[in-house]
Nanobody, 121 residues
Framework: QVQLVESGGGLVQAGGSLRLSCAAS????????MDWGRQAPGKQRELVAT???????TYADSVKGRFTISRDNAKNMVYLQMNDLKPDDTAVYYC???????????????WGRGTQVTVSS
């Protein structure tokens, strides 16, 4: 079993910054892509940023130039640095990881429980 735990959410004023962290633990042989997604009340879940095991990154247009995803493979962690936050960024932020638990196992996607980010105007 694999667990993902997010931290770092909170309340911030527009224009401020937050850094989210996500720690993966449990039966981990390797982690492929790691992502951050978010879901605001009444809206569909949105993929915000992805980072491959090799460090290649992609971002949603809505956060390009403001958010930076990074990871520490040795610690099985992924981060999301969020700058110039806007009220529209208010959402629950989730991390996801594509994990293999052994050399012979398949890849499974695991989700954290989320961390609330609230941006006041």
């Amino acid at each position: 079993q694999v667990q993902l735990v997010e931290s770092g959410g909170g309340l911030v004023q527009a224009g401020g910054s937050l850094r989210l962290s996500c720690a993966a633990s449990g039966s981990i042989f390797s982690i492929n892509d790691m992502d951050w997604g978010r879901q605001a009340p009444g809206k569909q879940r949105e993929l915000v940023a992805t980072i491959t095991s090799g460090g290649r990154t992609t971002y949603a247009d809505s956060v390009k130039g403001r958010f930076t995803i990074s990871r520490d493979n040795a610690k099985n962690m992924v981060y999301l640095q969020m700058n110039d936050l806007k009220p529209d960024d208010t959402a629950v932020y989730y991390c996801h990881a594509a994990v293999s638990s052994s050399r012979l196992s398949g890849v499974y996607i695991y989700w954290g429980r989320g961390t609330q980010v609230t941006v006041s105007s």
